[in-house]
């Protein structure tokens, strides 16, 4: 009876330790809670630095770039991101012996191959504002090449709202600056219907006075005119007074 316990027993703890094997097995492996190895725990350390420096993903990186069947990584690529590719490329990215063989630019993004010659060896970086978001490392040149080609891709479709973006600031800014200057010239417009109005007003009152003077030197041209003739008939007068009975030729 001891013995057939024992044997239930010791069943029971085989399959215990067969689940568990599966389940830690599931287990994402940077997040294992036992103890790691030297090797482990220097991929951890060096995920850890590289994660200060890594530019974080868009809040809607999720839906505007999916990954693709060319970015999916395999074991090997995984295994390495997990070890640490960014700090692997910017510790070598202080040296000399990588050769940049493309780059694109997309706003504020952009996507990079380079090529490490001596290992034989491509590093294919997916950046925001020159800080590395992804790395993946490969020896293979046309894997490689397909994965810098989605990543600039990617780069384009992140950049389009930005562009978006700067263009209509721009359009907005070109906006105000044309109201401005139109509103400036509306300004000057006025100011100069404004003189224009008011120096009529002020032709129109000299003209107004002109007549009024012109007005009055006709009466007193007139008034002058009736004195000269009574004047001339008085002269005339006494001209004849005085030569009265003399005599005529």
Excluded at 95 to 122: I, V
Excluded at 198 to 221: E, G, I, P, S
Aim: proline residues 3%.
């Amino acid at each position: 009876m001891d013995y057939n316990r024992r044997v239930r027993q010791a069943a029971l703890a085989v399959m215990v330790l067969f689940g568990g094997t599966q389940a830690g097995c599931a287990q994402p492996i940077p997040q294992s809670a036992g103890p790691t190895t030297q090797q482990e725990t220097q991929g951890a350390d060096a995920a850890n630095a590289a994660s200060v420096t890594v530019a974080a993903q868009p809040a809607d990186a999720a839906s505007t770039a999916a990954p693709s069947q060319a970015t999916v990584l395999t074991p090997d690529e995984a295994q390495q991101s997990a070890a640490g590719n960014v700090a692997e490329l910017q510790q070598m990215l202080r040296g000399s012996e990588l050769n940049e063989l493309r780059t694109t630019y997309n706003g504020s993004y952009g996507a990079s191959l380079l090529f490490h010659g001596k290992e034989m060896t491509y590093y294919v970086t997916l950046f925001q504002n020159k800080m590395f978001w992804r790395v993946i490392k490969t020896s293979d040149e046309t894997r490689a090449e397909a994965i810098y080609r989605d990543f600039a891709a990617k780069s384009q479709q992140l950049a389009d709202v930005e562009i978006r973006r700067i263009r209509l600031e721009a359009q907005k800014a070109f906006t105000q600056r044309m109201i401005a200057l139109t509103q400036d010239h509306a300004n000057r417009l006025q100011a100069d219907l404004t003189i224009a109005r008011q120096q009529q007003a002020l032709v129109m009152d000299q003209q107004k006075q002109t007549r009024d003077q012109a007005n009055a030197l006709q009466a007193q041209k007139t008034a002058a005119q009736g004195q000269l003739r009574d004047v001339q008939r008085q002269v005339r007068e006494l001209q004849r007074q005085v030569e009265g009975g003399l005599p005529t030729q």
